[in-house]
Each structure stands twice: as C-alpha cells, then as structure tokens.
C-alpha cells in the first residue's frame, strides 16, 4: 500500500506559477513509476506529466509541454510538478498517482494503469 498526499495547490494569475507537490509513503517509492492528472468539472481525467520509476524519462501531452515539469526526489519520496505560464485552462484538481513498475524505463499515461492515487489539490487560475 502507498499513501500518497498533495500539496501546493491554490489560486495563481496567468501567467505565473506554481509548484505542486506528492508526498508518498508506506513502500519502496523508487519502485513506482508516477503520474499527475488533472480533472476539470464536466471534463475527464488527463494525464499531464509521468515519469518513471529512475526519473530518466518523462511524459507530457502537448497543452501542457513546454510548461511543466515533473521531477521526483527518490531519497525524500515526493514527486513535484512545477507549473509555469498557467492558463486558466490549466484550472483543475490535480491528483498524483503511482503505479508498481518492473520496468525503469516505463511511464504511464492512461489513469486505470495506476494502482494508488492521491486526494488531490485544486488549482485555479484566475485571468
């Protein structure tokens, strides 16, 4: 079992940034390749940003490339997604998720691949 835990969500203007964070516990995090998605309401789920279990490789959709970065601290056990120029269509909760991995060089992008997930941290950007 992983708990995981958010932080760092809040009210920001376009344009700035902000920095969220995932704090895990209970096994091995360098053993979970991670994901943040977002949710608007009337909207599904996306994936905004992955990596991988050794933090080699990383995943963003194009409304968000360019933007985001995700990075994970192995040794801290927490996943951060820092967020730059934010639009107010960035407006979402945004929730972390972990998924158990044999493979170092895997992300994961689709939301039911994911075994544990986060409360999530609303995040609203105001224009």
């Known amino acids: 079992q992983v708990q995981l835990v958010e932080s760092g969500g809040g009210l920001v203007q376009a344009g700035g940034s902000l920095r969220l964070s995932c704090a895990a516990s209970g096994r091995t995090f360098s053993n979970y390749a991670m994901g943040w998605f977002r949710q608007a309401p009337g909207k599904e789920r996306e994936c905004v940003a992955a990596i991988t279990w050794s933090g080699d490789s990383t995943y963003y959709p194009d409304s968000v490339k360019g933007r985001f970065t995700i990075s994970r601290d192995n040794v801290k056990n927490t996943v951060y997604l820092q967020m730059n120029l934010v639009k107010p269509e960035d407006t979402a909760v945004y929730y972390c998720?972990?998924?158990?991995?044999?493979?170092?060089?895997?992300?994961?992008?689709?939301?039911?691949?994911?075994?544990?997930w986060g409360q999530g941290t609303q995040v609203t950007v105001s224009s």
């Open positions: 998720a972990a998924k158990y991995s044999f493979r170092r060089r895997y992300y994961y992008t689709v939301d039911s691949d994911y075994d544990f």
